[in-house]
């Protein structure tokens, strides 16, 4: 069975700071990842993923994570830190081919402080 | 482009009543469509996923029930609610193939108090 924890469940920073939310995954298979955001009141709205191909893959707001095979992560960050980024992020991961699709992390509330 | 609608966007229901939500996807065919339960705190609990119309798995057992009536709309209901079934649901809904790298979008939820 798969699984996915977030290590922080509430994490802040300053605006202009780094941003570093962690991901880490147990899958039996290689998998595909993802990082959503919700802001709130709303749905999730996808950042990005990882299928195959480059372990450096880009999103959108200027969010990128790397997949870690050997250390099974897959941690978001962002450079610089704009207070618009304070949102809940939930990392998941799918086994290929499963139409039950996606296994949730618990979340991580990201705070940014003026 | 594709689209997903849900609601009401906010329900308010006292306790043994009865409980629909509406989701309907558009500008796709034969998605994959699945309700999921946020509990306030808490991650996301998928609730049922369905491949087709009139197929619906259920993940977690409980007073609440899913139908598939049509290719693109997904109801959950509940013939008597209890104050456990509060909560942020959202609908979402994938391609039917796997090329797409299994990616769920996600309507913008509702939210549901029972008192």
């Known amino acids: 069975a798969q699984s996915v924890t977030q290590l922080g469940s509430h994490v802040s920073v300053s605006e202009g700071a780094l941003v570093l939310l962690r991901c880490n995954y147990s899958?039996?298979?290689?998998?595909?990842l993802f990082w959503y955001v919700q802001y709130p009141n709303q749905g999730l709205q996808l950042l990005l993923k990882?299928?195959?191909?480059?372990?450096l893959v880009k999103g959108i707001n200027g969010f990128e994570a790397e997949f870690k095979k050997s250390e099974t992560s897959f941690h978001l960050t962002k450079p610089s830190a704009h207070m618009s980024d304070a949102a809940e992020y939930f990392c998941a991961v799918s086994d290929k081919g499963s139409a039950r699709q996606l296994t949730f992390g618990s979340g991580t509330q990201l705070t940014v402080l003026p | 482009s594709q689209t997903i609608h849900q609601w009401p966007a906010t329900l308010v229901q006292p306790v043994g009543s009865p409980l629909s939500l509406e989701c309907t996807v558009e500008g796709t065919s034969n998605p994959n469509l699945y309700w999921y339960r946020q509990a306030a705190g808490r991650g996301l609990q998928l609730l049922f996923y369905?491949?087709?119309?009139?197929?619906i798995s259920s993940e977690v057992p409980q007073n609440l029930s899913a139908s598939r009536p049509q290719d693109r709309q997904f109801i959950l209901s509940s013939k008597k609610l209890l104050l456990s079934d509060s909560g942020f649901y959202l609908c979402?809904?994938?391609?039917?193939?796997?090329?797409?790298?299994?990616?769920?979008?996600f309507g913008e939820g509702s939210w549901l108090t029972v008192v």
């Open positions: 369905s491949v087709g119309i009139g197929q």
């Open positions: 990882y299928t195959t191909g480059a372990t």
């Open positions: 899958s039996s298979v290689p998998p595909y």
């Open positions: 979402a809904w994938s391609s039917s193939g796997w090329s797409s790298g299994n990616t769920i979008y």
